[in-house]
């Protein structure tokens, strides 16, 4: 007797290729997949806000990344490398999934945040970093994102002053200029200053 069962449909592709010639699979990364040019270059190109800045670029997660950076360091003057690369790389998922807003976040639920865990593990041990943060240190990091969504929000994406304290909290005491000025760059120049912070970062950690 001749079967009729239809044939199995292929499972979905859930990698994406990089330009580095990397797959890596979103399911299940790993460290070997991860590349700092693929990151830098990714995350240059994905826009904060869903675009919705003032300027003739978008605000890069490249550039918010360089500058959460900055603020950890200016709460914790003597933070090692190792965690100030930490600070640099906390969104570095989003060179592959994009930058959702939080209200997204949310409405997605769980999924997502596993997703998104799996990855920034990976991006963790691909440089030398525990897949997951001492608390203390996450909670720094958290810190100065909130910081950074505070100057971003205030400088390009139109909230007042007022609004902004209620959502993220008190504004950090820093002049806004050098990475602090959130004036969008463009990707290429949003690129190299992220890599910039990456290597001398990475040569800290390597001297220790």
Known sequence: MTSTRAP????????????????LDLLNPTPMDVEIEDIAHGLSRVARWNG???GAWAFSVAQHSVMVEALTVEATPGLSPAWRLAALLHDASEYVVGDMISPFKTAVGYDYRKLEKG????????????ADLPADI???IKRADRQGAYLEATQIAGF?????????GAPPK???????????QP??????GFLKRFETLAAAMARR
Do not use: Y
């Open 119 to 130: 990855l920034q593990a990976a991006v963790h041990l691909r440089f030398g970093l525990p």
């Open 138 to 140: 996450a909670r720094k």
């Open 8 to 23: 199995e449909k292929p499972a979905p592709r859930a990698w994406q290729r990089m330009l580095s010639g990397r797959r």
């Open 174 to 184: 820093v002049r806004i200029a050098g990475p602090f000025d959130a004036a969008p």
């Open 187 to 192: 990707p290429d120049e949003a690129k190299a």
């Open 52 to 54: 919705q800045t003032t």
């Open 160 to 168: 007042s002053a007022a609004e902004a304290r209620r959502l993220w």
